[in-house]
T-cell receptor, first 114, second 116 residues
Framework: GESVGLHLPTLSVQEGDNSIINCAYS??????FIWYKQESGKGPQFIID?????DKRQGQRVTVLLNKTVKHLSLQIAATQPGDSAVYFC?????????????FGQGTELSVKP | GAVVSQHPSWVICKSGTSVKIECRSL??????MFWYRQFPKQSLMLMAT?????????EQGVEKDKFLINHASLTLSTLTVTSAHPEDSSFYIC????????????FGPGTRLTVL
């Protein structure tokens, strides 16, 4: 749902392990979801997206799972690398009469230990 | 394709002055651009939606007279922080949506504003 200024939760993993980052969304009418990666001092970078008519989508080393029943998204990163260290945000696309806008989740800071 | 730039990348100004931030879509036309604000260790907060040729739509709690938005062309939107104060110091990020698309947004690299 709407971020209300909460501080970021963190996830620390060992290099080579798999990472799972979770996100809850608020609007049951949302039909498009995106995961972004944000490195320090930079803008968000698109990772993977999924539409509500799917429950799983795979990319290169990343998989997104969507559970519409409980309004939950997860991002799985296989064989996590030091370069994956960043903050990860999920976003839901909300359509209104003037177009669409994104509502960002609170984010998770991923730290990869070599 | 789908590159968005912001200028400046960082700016330091004195309290009481105004600062203008530009957001440009370099290789596509953007009928809609968005402005976000991000405090350290926090998420992106949507400030306003900027539609080319019309007034911006501000999110609840965002002062439209404080944050002036102009979207005069299909490739440029500007955010002016008027009478800036230290509490306006933040990371400002814009994004752009291609004409006819209602989902995918392409993000700029952000502008770090520090008000002394």
């Amino acid at each position: 749902g709407e971020s209300v200024g909460l501080h970021l939760p963190t996830l620390s993993v060992q290099e080579g392990d798999n990472s799972i980052i979770n996100c809850a969304y608020s609007n049951s009418a949302s039909d498009y979801f995106i995961w972004y990666k944000q490195e320090s001092g930079k803008g968000p970078q698109f990772i993977i997206d999924i539409r509500s008519n799917m429950d799983k989508r795979q990319g290169q080393r990343v998989t997104v799972l969507l559970n519409k029943t409980v309004k939950h998204l997860s991002l799985q990163i296989a064989a996590t690398q030091p370069g994956d260290s960043a903050v990860y945000f999920c976003a839901e696309s909300v359509i209104y009469n003037q177009g669409g806008k994104l509502i960002f989740g609170q984010g998770t800071e991923l730290s990869v230990k070599p | 394709g789908a590159v968005v730039s912001q200028h400046p990348s960082w700016v330091i100004c004195k309290s009481g002055t105004s600062v203008k931030i530009e957001c440009r879509s370099l290789d596509f036309q953007a009928t809609t651009m968005f402005w976000y604000r991000q405090f350290p260790k926090q998420s992106l907060m949507l400030m306003a939606t900027s539609n080319e040729g019309s007034k911006a739509t501000y999110e609840q709690g965002v002062e439209k007279d404080k944050f002036l938005i102009n979207h005069a062309s299909l490739t440029l939107s500007t955010l002016t922080v008027t009478s800036a104060h230290p509490e306006d110091s933040s990371f400002y990020i814009c994004s752009a949506m291609k004409a006819g698309d209602y989902n995918e947004q392409f993000f700029g690299p952000g502008t770090r504003l520090t008000v002394l």
